[in-house]
């Protein structure tokens, strides 16, 4: 199986959709959710590492661009993560891994165990 949290969430969507099966939907979900978590750190590094430099003028505007405005009192660092949150959220890994959940939940997988629902 493929490390790459993108190719591997592409994958395991692609997989879901032709899957009914409780069980397996929810070692997907599983594998899925490990992915999404990897492909955010990826995210949120790359971004700390292009925005380093940045004045906070540019770090701004950057924001804007990605939709996710630096709000009057946020520091530099959670401006940083929201626009890496905002470039994953765009990014077809993510999407991919939505439509891994909106599967799995069909079947009632979910990552949350039953007794805490």
């Keep these: 199986m493929d490390t790459n949290p993108t190719a591997l969430l592409l994958d395991l969507a692609a997989r879901a959709q032709a899957l009914s099966d409780r069980d397996t939907l929810q070692d997907l979900l599983t594998a899925g959710h ?8 990826d995210i949120q590094a790359g971004i700390g590492r292009e925005t380093a430099k940045l004045s906070d003028q540019q770090l701004a505007d950057r924001c804007a661009a990605a939709g996710a405005p630096w709000e009057k009192g946020m ?3 959670e401006a940083v993560s929201v626009l890496a949150f905002a470039t ?3 990014a077809p890994a993510a999407m991919a891994y939505i439509e891994l959940e909106e599967r799995a939940a069909l ?3 979910c990552l949350l165990p039953e007794e805490l629902l």
């Design 34 to 41: 490990r992915a999404w978590c990897e492909g955010v750190a």
């Design 75 to 77: 520091p530099r660092s």
């Design 88 to 90: 994953w959220e765009a």
């Design 107 to 109: 079947f009632g997988a």
